[in-house]
């Protein structure tokens, strides 16, 4: 009965699903054949760190090596660390629980600056010293990768290495080092010094930053001269790196749920605010052929019910018009929709979007960064008014329903008039979409704060000041707070500036960081949890002024602290583009004009191939007779949720048996309506950390199905902890699963933990307390539904309270329920009355739903 360490916590936390690591395509290795175990270490949520494709891939790579074991590990909520740190346990990876600090490495995925405090949460609850500097030879070494690592300053102190630039190629490089490092023991400086001598690898500790007496970069001196920069990796051929198509399948809710797909990698757009524009050139596209072989594998893995197409500029990969409408008739059968992300206007037919339509009518996002064609010269948003009004009057004559805009404040020459502009611009729009006929029911404005970014032709450009984008973000608040028709999302300026600060820092900021995580700071992207007072503090005691950082002009000629990190983009390049925005003038996109002369002219014939297409693929995908009956057809499954499973919640059960489902291939039934749901109905939701084997699910399917090919492919299906028990075809006439039920049984297991005199001194005292239960008329329950208070009489519930054994270590009972008008009550709630709330708390407890009752 007793439960280890880690398990003990998954009952008093909240999300208890997001720290399982036994998702169906996870994958565990053994001790005894690994030769280098890495952990890959997202500084955010589960439920956003899981649906990062960079993250995914590594994990696939290192996988899918002999020898290599990756796993994986997301900073966890408050309530999970205060357990932790409760019991003295250190953060461990998901997969096999192992602590941070017994991995030979440990890779953070830097994804966005205000993830940076989040980081060093992390390294602390995995027992590893913060500082590079203090690492012993049996600490892990410490990595990061992601876009942060093109000016990864102001983290040098807390790590050895960054990977700059593509990870896919490198990480196999550092993982059969670390292998070869750990075989024959070596010192740690060694192991370092060989990671640094590959290409993409920055170990901080052998470059020296000096500093004028004005704070501005004097100098950064390589420790080994034969290496003064580091310049990124690339992976030249998309379709001939590995690629995951089974990726681990969450539980429970994602921000993203759904699969993501990269069809190609890099844009040449040339938006002067964009960093990924520059630090992922060149473009290199997936081949039709490749993306429909991941397609096809990955969908049958995982049951995914929506897949993504992922480009910086979907609407720019070279056959799109004719590969967006053939994916959708192809999958169209399994009802699984396609979207994309935002995409730009006059980059997609009208032939695309009907096709996207015809599936789901998913939102529709379009980035105009702002509101006058003078700003978009400036910014080289390439995109003319008449352009979005097309694509809006495409998207309203469509029948779209929802609709997204994305501005951009504060962007360098702006005024006050732009902000008006895009008040006016989004008027003008209203129009189109107020015309006859029209489905959209509002129209949602997404406002950023515009943010210098490193290696961008604008990183030498100052940021707004915190009261001027106050007064501009107060403007455009003024203008649409009376236009019902508008939803407008208003960011913190605070953060804004915050990642501003860290977007161009150096290595000075390390301090602040440490300083503010010691103050309480973490989850800083979280608009909730962010404490921006907290910062201020840091930066106040350590006299480093953010003005420095974001607010100054920086002359051109100046060093930057990123200057020895190389994208290969040419900073002559970024400097005649910075030029350029003053003049307000556009450069086209080379992919349809000449080269520009970027940097990487070189690689770019290497590597960029235009995608052929003919008719021919796409005939094949047309939409086809699904052959399906009319009549729906039904089974009913008895299934066993027991082991981790206990852990997912009701809804989340909903959406693994859907997925299992659409991984064998059945034709599943569904509702009507905007979002189509499966016909799946359970007799009654059972309890979070309740196992049971004797769970009822009724599902409906649109053609004929034996039930025994059902039970079969299902349990293939499954993750472990859910097992189809019984299958049976079930009559039109049946009764429903959750009116016919009539009462449940139940063995609870009870666990003393060292409080048995407190609560029972004998067998006789407690059954002395279920009798008094047994015997009384009413046994008041007071318990929150849907958020409001509901007082209940536990009397007419309890049809059975039998102690089954009692020990010195605890005792059981058979408990059985009645359903009371449509009704029900837990065996928790029981005990509670049983052995009081308080003592309750401390208690080990266990819940088996064995038998479940229906009337005929």
């Not at 900021?509 to 907290?534: H, S, T």
Request: aromatic share 10%; charged share 30%.
């Amino acid at each position: 009965m007793k439960k280890n360490s880690y398990e003990q916590i998954l009952m008093r936390v909240l999300k208890p699903a997001q720290y399982l690591g036994s998702e169906v395509n996870s994958v565990r290795k053994e001790e005894k054949d690994v030769k280098a175990r890495i952990a890959l270490a997202f500084p955010d949520l589960y439920e956003v760190g899981m649906a990062h494709l960079g993250l995914g891939i590594l994990y696939h790579i290192l996988n899918a090596r002999e020898g290599v074991a990756a796993e994986r590990v997301y900073a966890p909520d408050m309530d999970y660390a205060a357990e932790l740190e409760k019991r003295g346990l250190p953060l461990a990876s998901l997969e096999t629980r192992t602590p941070l600090n017994r991995f030979d490495a440990v890779g953070f995925t830097l994804q966005y600056e205000l993830s940076y405090s989040n980081i060093l949460f992390m390294l602390r609850l995995g027992k590893i010293p913060l500082h590079s500097a203090e690492r012993g030879e049996d600490d892990p070494i410490i990595i990061g990768g992601g876009p942060c690592a093109f000016n990864p300053e102001p983290l040098a102190r807390f790590f050895d290495l960054f990977v700059v630039g593509d990870g896919e190629e490198v990480m196999v490089e550092i993982a059969a080092l670390l292998a070869s490092a750990r075989e024959e023991r070596w010192k740690r400086d060694r192991t370092l010094k060989a990671l640094s001598e590959l290409d993409g690898v920055y170990v901080p500790s052998f470059f020296h930053p000096a500093y004028h007496a004005d704070g501005s970069i004097l100098d950064i001196v390589p420790q080994f001269p034969e290496k003064p920069f580091v310049r990124k990796r690339f992976v030249r051929d998309l379709n001939g790196v590995d690629y995951p198509t089974r990726p681990p399948i969450p539980f429970t809710q994602l921000v993203h749920n759904r699969l993501s797909l990269e069809i190609d990698r890099g844009c040449t757009q040339g938006c002067r605010f964009c960093q990924a524009g520059i630090i992922y050139r060149p473009v290199r596209e997936r081949s039709w052929k490749k993306i429909e072989e991941l397609l096809d594998k990955s969908l049958s893995s995982t049951g995914y019910e929506e897949f993504s197409l992922l480009s910086l500029s979907s609407g720019d990969f070279s056959c799109i018009q004719e590969l967006g409408p053939y994916l959708i008739a192809k999958y169209q059968e399994r009802r699984t929709s396609m979207s994309f992300p935002s995409l730009r206007p006059g980059a997609i037919s009208r032939e695309l979007m009907e096709a996207i339509r015809s599936v789901r009518k998913t939102g529709f996002t379009v980035s105009v960064e702002a509101g006058t064609e003078r700003l978009r010269k400036v910014i080289n948003k390439n995109i003319s008014e008449d352009d979005v009004m097309r694509t809006v009057s495409d998207l309203t004559g469509l029948g779209w329903e929802r609709l997204k805009f994305y501005f951009m404040v504060g962007l360098p020459t702006e005024t006050m008039e732009d902000i008006r502009e895009i008040h006016k611009f989004c008027l003008r729009v209203l129009k189109i979409v107020n015309k006859k006929g029209s489905r959209i029911k509002g129209i949602n404005l997404g406002v950023g704060y515009f943010v210098p970014k490193s290696h961008t032709p604008f990183q030498w450009t100052p940021q707004d000041p915190l009261e001027v984008l106050k007064e501009k973000m107060g403007l455009l608040w003024s203008l649409f707070r009376n236009r019902r028709e508008f939803s407008l999302k208003r960011p913190s300026p605070e953060a804004s500036l915050l990642e501003g600060v860290f977007a161009k820092g150096d290595r000075r900021l390390g301090a602040v960081v440490e300083r503010a995580f010691e103050l309480g700071c973490g989850f800083d992207g979280w608009g909730e949890r962010f404490r921006f007072d907290l910062w201020e503090k840091a930066f106040g005691e350590l006299g480093v002024a953010p003005s420095f950082y974001a607010h100054r002009q920086i002359p051109l000629e100046e060093k930057l602290p990123w200057s020895h990190i190389q994208t290969g983009v040419s900073e002559e390049y970024l400097k005649k583009e910075y030029r350029r925005s003053m003049e307000e003038a556009l450069t086209e996109d080379c992919r349809y004009g000449k080269c520009h002369l970027c940097g990487l002219e070189s690689t770019c014939k290497k590597v960029v191939a235009p995608l052929p297409w003919t008719g021919e693929q796409a005939s094949t995908g047309a939409a086809r007779d699904s052959g399906f009956s009319s009549l729906p057809v039904a089974v009913r499954m008895r299934f066993k949720k027991t082991g981790d499973m206990k852990y997912i919640s009701h809804l989340d059960l909903n959406l693994v048996l859907h997925r299992a489902c659409l991984r064998m291939g059945v034709p599943l039934a569904y509702s009507e309506g905007f979002h189509p749901h499966p016909k799946i109905a359970y007799a009654s939701a059972l309890s979070l950390g309740v196992e049971s084997y004797a769970e009822y699910a009724d599902i409906q399917f649109n053609k004929p199905l034996e039930a025994d090919d059902f039970m079969q492919g299902i349990n293939q299906a499954l993750p472990e902890g859910l097992k189809a028990l019984t299958v049976q075809r079930l009559l039109p006439a049946a009764a429903s699963l959750s009116n016919s039920l009539e009462r449940v049984d139940y063995e609870v297991s009870v666990n003393f933990n060292g409080k048995g005199e407190k609560i029972f001194g004998a067998r006789e005292d407690l059954e002395k307390a279920v009798e008094g239960i047994l015997g009384a008329r009413e046994i008041i329950l007071e318990r929150i539904r849907k958020g409001k208070p509901q007082t209940i009489n536990l009397s007419p519930f309890i049809k059975k309270l039998k102690v089954m054994d009692f020990t010195d270590e605890g005792f059981r009972l058979s408990v059985t329920l009645a359903v009371v008008d449509s009704k029900q009550v837990q065996p928790l709630d029981v005990l509670r009355k049983l052995v009081g709330p308080d003592e309750l708390e401390e208690l080990e407890i266990g819940v088996v739903k064995t038998e479940a009752y229906f009337r005929q």
